[in-house]
């Protein structure tokens, strides 16, 4: 019976659920219809009644209607699309005088070949400046031969190379795309903490709008919020990557002495991570560390920047292993050169060996060997002696792969000799070594008798208008016609053609004045740029440049540089470079 009346209460219910529906569509209709008419078809109703005093033909006013609900379903479709396509970058196309799309027609093959180039090159710092805009520039993906984490890929390598930091803490938050390049979190946050900048490194996760998928980075996170004592947080994380298979027995260990689960500190140290290097240092109190020749730079770093390193004054001089790892590590910069130095000065040699130095350090190891030589170059005082003993010391480091040991110090002394002193044979060595002064876009001298050094250099800092500017083109032609000494440099070329690309006209009695070889262009760049294809033309551009400063380019060169930028129509940069050229 029980069952029974289950069985009946059951099909009661489903009786009542089909009559109140059928009752509730019927009774609902009516309003339904009549709100979405109201509703979305206001201007519709306001069109059909001023149809009626307009005389408008009703087919007309539905195809008005339908024009206009193509277009809304157009722009919703554009806003889909949008929300799908993700823009990875930092500028605005705009400001440089990019596109959006400008690695649309990108072949990925192409763009990883010529990457491969470029990274083997030592690239100059205006090529680099080129190199950053272009990466990170807010664009689309490249869509053919190369996937979307091969192309994030180039970019973080770029970054990881010239290591700004800041630069690389903008690009990954202002896109939150820490999973998409755990890589280059991970240099941003080793970094910091290599410096013992622990703030730092954690501030960064605390803006990370995203579940961190990157194990490293999760035990970095964890880590942070226990030191910022958000202890509950961590542990909560914690467990929750623990049943999800995380074993890491080192690890926990510390986190349970830091969380106070444990009272006595392991002391174990480990090198593996700079995360687990620090956590080694932060819970053993007697933390005592001696870097070896192999220990890592960031180890190295961590240690002089957490005051953890030797002091010099306390190294035995027999001790020529540990000197050797200084000398690494001031390469390295973690000791400065004046500590190093400093240290070479308490070597004791005697009055012969000092005078005899090139025969001495032939029965000398290497480091005694620098040790002389440095103090050979602070007691003599003939310059040609001074310049053989410095280019020796400098030799003596590179050849050792240490080379950074001797910068700031070998310019202390190059400092001190006046330019007429130099010897012939040591003015390329001098030149190399010594921070030139570096001329300002400001100071550009303007000399209205040489067509590229006169005043139409002004218009690529701040465009004047192009009436003045025609003007004035073709009034210094003009004077250039009539000087048949005048020799139309490649310079010269270049600015005239930079001034038509903009739409400056040059008089027909001026064409003349000197030839173009189409040439001169190389065929890749220019098939690119009829493709459209503004990225690989502007990496071409960069590789071209390679480690030459802008300035230092012959004229052939920057002709089909300017060419192709004129074409490419990327004035911004164009004009930037040509600044710098015609300095």
């Known amino acids: 019976m029980k069952n029974l009346k289950l069985l009946n209460r059951k099909y009661l219910s489903i009786i009542l659920f089909f009559l109140l529906i059928g009752h509730s569509s019927q009774s609902q209709e009516p309003v339904d219809i009549w709100n979405i008419e109201k509703n979305k078809n206001t201007e519709e109703i306001d069109i059909i009644e001023n149809s009626k005093e307009k005389s408008i033909p009703q087919n007309k006013i539905y195809e008005m209607q339908s024009k206009k609900d193509d277009q809304l379903k157009i722009e919703e479709d554009k806003t889909l699309i949008s929300k799908k396509i993700k823009i990875v970058g930092l500028y605005d196309p705009a400001e440089n005088g990019l596109n959006i799309n400008m690695w649309s027609n990108s072949n990925g093959d192409q763009i990883l070949n010529i990457v491969k180039r470029i990274n083997k090159i030592n690239l100059s710092e205006d090529a680099s400046k080129i190199l950053d805009i272009l990466l990170l520039t807010n664009t689309y993906y490249p869509q053919t031969n190369i996937s979307k984490e091969q192309f994030l890929q180039i970019k973080s390598n770029w970054l990881i190379k010239n290591s700004n930091l800041q630069l690389i803490e903008a690009y990954l938050l202002n896109n939150q795309i820490i999973n998409e390049s755990p890589k280059l979190t991970k240099f941003l946050v080793n970094d910091y903490l290599s410096r013992s900048e622990v703030e730092k490194a954690c501030e960064i996760f605390s803006k990370i709008n995203e579940s961190i998928n990157d194990e490293y980075l999760l035990k970095f996170k964890i880590y942070c919020l226990i030191n910022d004592n958000k202890k509950n947080e961590a542990q909560l994380l914690l467990d929750l990557k623990k049943e999800l298979g995380f074993k890491d027995k080192f690890y926990e260990n510390k986190i349970n002495y830091l969380m106070g689960y444990e009272n006595k500190p392991d002391t174990t140290i480990s090198e593996k991570t700079i995360l687990d290097f620090h956590l080694s240092h932060r819970t053993n109190p007697k933390f005592n560390f001696t870097p070896k020749k192999n220990t890592s730079e960031k180890i190295w770093k961590y240690l002089s920047t957490s005051n953890l390193l030797d002091n010099l004054q306390d190294i035995e001089l027999t001790d020529l292993d540990k000197i050797s790892t200084i000398e690494k590590a001031t390469h390295e910069k973690n ?17 012969n060996q000092l005078l005899n130095i090139k025969d001495s350090s032939k029965m000398l190891t290497a480091i005694e060997t620098r ?24 030799n003596s480091f590179k050849n050792e792969g240490i080379e950074n040991a001797f910068n700031q110090e070998l310019k202390k002394f190059l400092k001190e000799i006046t330019p007429e002193e130099i010897p012939v044979n040591y003015k390329a060595f001098y030149e190399k070594h010594v921070n030139e002064n570096k001329v300002e876009l400001t100071n550009v001298k303007i000399n ?19 009436k003045n500017i025609t003007k004035d083109l073709n009034d210094l032609l003009k004077k250039i016609k009539k000087n048949k000494k005048y020799f139309f440099s490649k310079k010269d070329i270049i600015l005239v053609e ?3 690309s903009d739409g400056i006209k040059v008089s ?59 074409q490419l129509d990327i004035d911004p940069i164009r004009n930037m470079i040509l600044l710098k050229f015609f300095l």
């Open 335 to 351: 000791y400065t050169e004046k500590e190093l130095f400093e240290l070479y000065k308490r070597f004791q040699f005697s009055i």
């Open 371 to 394: 040790a002389l030589i440095y103090q050979g170059i602070l007691i003599t005082t003939k310059i040609e002696d001074k310049f053989q003993l410095m280019y020796a010391l400098k």
């Open 448 to 466: 209205n008798k040489i067509l590229h050094q006169s005043k139409l250099v002004n218009y690529f800092k701040d465009k004047s208008s192009i």
């Open 498 to 500: 930079a001034l038509k």
């Open 508 to 566: 027909e009695k001026y064409k003349g004045l000197y030839e173009i070889n189409e040439l001169e262009m190389p065929s890749d760049i220019q098939v690119y740029i009829n493709n459209g294809d503004m990225a690989a033309a502007m990496l071409r551009i960069i590789e071209v440049i390679g480690q030459d400063e802008l300035k230092n380019i012959d004229g052939d060169t920057m002709y089909f540089i300017i060419s192709t930028l004129n």
